[in-house]
């Protein structure tokens, strides 16, 4: 059979760089909302939206607040303040709180390197109003459970002194995680305690958004590509 030297580089080259464009992961925001329209009762804060979903199945919109220093005990909001979670748990006196979602990478996702959970909080009196800043600090921390593989470890904040009292920016270096794979769900906790301060405070949450990059399920089509490239290099060796 006749061969086309010109057509069988092109094929190569278009099946090569087809193959490169597997590789590269996407830096994004996999996860955030600013809590819109939260609802809060009891111990769970639902009916929120997630603004920013990507790479993952949209979570459940309900977060149950728990009291880790206190065998989990169910915490209560103030719920003077619309559009955020202001939990009632004096953190300043020694109080903790946690939170947890689950992640499960959707079918289009081979993998998510996590880098950065960041919140954005207010500084909360004992009325849930804004309160005064002064020795108030607190330390954030993810912890991050496989379903089958358990603890992938946690990561906390720098000790964080509140500076003012709405908009106080946290952030978590997520860098040190293992990828996230199709192989398995994720909880991710977050938690709160204080450093050293010891003046009463509460800490209302005003946003969260989490950060990595997203590395994509090849689609078929270049696969297929990559096949035929491979194929008709095989051919010429011959």
Do not use: C
Not at 75 to 90: K, M, P, R, W
Not at 199 to 222: K, M, N, R, V
Not at 227 to 234: D, E, T
Request: hydrophobic content about 40%; charged content about 15%; aromatic content about 6%.
């Amino acid at each position: 059979m006749k061969t086309f030297p010109n057509f069988t580089r092109l094929l190569a080259a278009i099946s090569a760089s087809a193959a490169l464009a597997m590789v590269p992961a996407n830096a994004a925001v996999i996860l955030a909302s600013d809590f819109t329209g939260v609802s809060k009762s009891g111990n769970i804060a639902d009916s929120f939206s997630w603004d920013t979903v990507n790479g993952i199945d949209t979570p459940t919109t309900s977060l149950a607040f728990v009291d880790p220093g206190n065998s989990n005990a169910a915490l209560s909001f103030f719920n003077v303040t619309a559009n955020e979670i202001d939990v009632n748990e004096n953190i300043g006196t020694g109080g903790q709180w946690k939170t947890s979602f689950v992640l499960n990478l959707n079918a289009g996702t081979s993998s998510i390197n996590l880098t950065t959970l960041d919140l954005n909080v207010r500084l909360a009196n004992g009325s849930g109003g804004d309160n005064t800043t002064g020795s108030k600090d607190g330390i954030y921390t993810v912890q991050i459970l496989g379903s089958t593989s358990s603890n992938l470890g946690s990561a906390s904040s720098p000790v964080i002194e509140y500076a003012s009292v709405s908009g106080n920016a946290v952030s978590i270096d997520l860098s040190s995680f293992a990828d996230l794979n199709q192989s398995e769900t994720y909880t991710v906790n977050l938690s709160l305690i204080r450093d050293d301060g010891n003046f009463g405070h509460h800490i209302s949450l005003q946003d969260l958004s989490l950060s990595g990059s997203i590395t994509a399920i090849p689609e078929p089509s270049i696969a297929l590509l990559g096949a035929i490239g491979f194929l008709v290099l095989l051919r010429r060796r011959r």
